[in-house]
T-cell receptor, first 109, second 115 residues
């Protein structure tokens, strides 16, 4: 099975909050990331969190980490149509980077 | 200015051919990578190069070979292409500094279709 799991689709209305969830399996991962991929573009690093943190806030983005459950989430406040993209969570440990399959976020006006 | 650029963007070829995908980064990074994205969008690391040394080689077929003429380039050569090689290949780079998080910068991907 895949190491990092996330749901494939999420649809929200403009102005609402979006929450994208991710489950990882490697408890020794030191860093966890969220990347955004827009159509035809490469992966853009959105934010990251160290494994010894529980939460990180960066403007409209809030990352929550539950190490016990190996659960990572990304909350986007006041979601805009420009936030429509595929969001990948990833774990990093000793030069090994593992990505989830990506969650396609659709923002409806 | 494009930080990580890879060419071609699309590549369609026949089974059995040999092809190359080029990657260049202008960030001054020490480490470059190749990832393969499967049909389910799952990215798996294939290779990484640090100062012309191969430091990671996942269990990929030896038909795939990375070539790094200098620190700013990491090209991917594929011999005897097979149908299963069809995928999107992403190049990436990072600054080699293990005291901080590894921040990966990705190219826009090369979609390879083997017929």
């Amino acid at each position: 099975g895949e190491d990092v799991e996330q749901s494939l689709f999420l649809s929200v209305r403009e102005g609402d909050s979006s929450v994208i969830n991710c489950t990882y399996t490697d408890s020794s991962s030191t860093y966890l990331y969220w990347y955004k991929q827009e159509p035809g573009a490469g992966l853009q690093l959105l934010t990251y969190i160290f494994s010894n943190m529980d939460m990180k806030q960066d403007q409209r983005l809030t990352v929550l980490l539950n190490k016990k459950d190996k659960h990572l989430s990304l909350r986007i406040a006041d979601t805009q149509t420009g936030d429509s993209a595929i969001y990948f969570c990833a774990e990093y440990d000793n030069n090994d980077m593992r990505f989830g399959a990506g969650t396609r976020l659709t923002v409806k006006p | 200015d494009t930080a990580v650029s890879q060419t071609p963007k699309y590549l369609v070829t026949q089974m059995g051919n040999d092809k190359s995908i080029k990657c260049e980064q202008n960030l001054g990074h020490d480490t470059m990578y190749w990832y393969k994205q499967d049909s389910k969008k799952f990215l798996k690391i294939m290779f990484s190069y640090n100062n012309k040394e191969l430091i990671i080689n996942e269990t990929v077929p030896n038909r795939f070979s990375p070539k790094s003429p200098d620190k700013a380039h990491l090209n991917l050569h594929i011999n005897s292409l097979e149908l299963g090689d069809s995928a999107v290949y992403f190049c990436a780079s990072s600054q080699e500094d293990r005291s901080i998080y590894e921040k990966l910068f990705f190219g826009s991907g090369t979609q390879l279709s083997v017929l």
